[in-house]
């Protein structure tokens, strides 16, 4: 399985950007896609995740200004970011939770990573 992410980039505060992630190779019917950032001297961090049945989950900062959503026909996930805020200026990176089984862990891999930057 590898991942593709694109779509960052340099914006002003309030402005908007879509980042989009396709997913290719051997993907199982039950899987989960995810956008996680990295800031400079910080931690990885959920940003959202997004079930192969479209059930999303939001970390509490991004609530109301991203959005995230899947096309399972094009395997690809996208990350609408709007209203951004300097703080959200990160290395993007896209996550992908292969299922073959319910019962097993899932395989996981990532994208190569993308970098958003806001000013002020």
């Known amino acids: 399985v590898q991942l593709q992410a694109c779509g960052g980039g340099l914006v002003q505060a309030g402005g908007s950007l879509r980042l989009s992630c396709a997913v290719s190779g051997n993907i199982f019917r039950v899987n989960n896609m995810g956008w996680y950032r990295q800031a400079p001297g910080k931690q990885r961090d959920l940003v959202a995740t997004?079930?192969?049945?479209?059930?999303?989950n939001y970390a509490d900062s991004v609530k109301g200004r991203f959005t995230i959503s899947r096309d399972n026909a094009k395997n690809t996930m996208y990350l609408q970011m709007n209203s951004l805020k300097p703080e959200d200026t990160a290395v993007y990176y896209c996550?992908?939770?292969?299922?073959?089984?319910?019962?097993?862990?899932?395989?996981?891999?990532w994208g190569q990573g993308t970098q958003v930057t806001v000013s002020s």
């Open positions: 996550n992908f939770k292969n299922y073959r089984s319910m019962n097993l862990r899932p395989s996981e891999y």
């Open positions: 997004i079930t192969s049945d479209s059930a999303t």
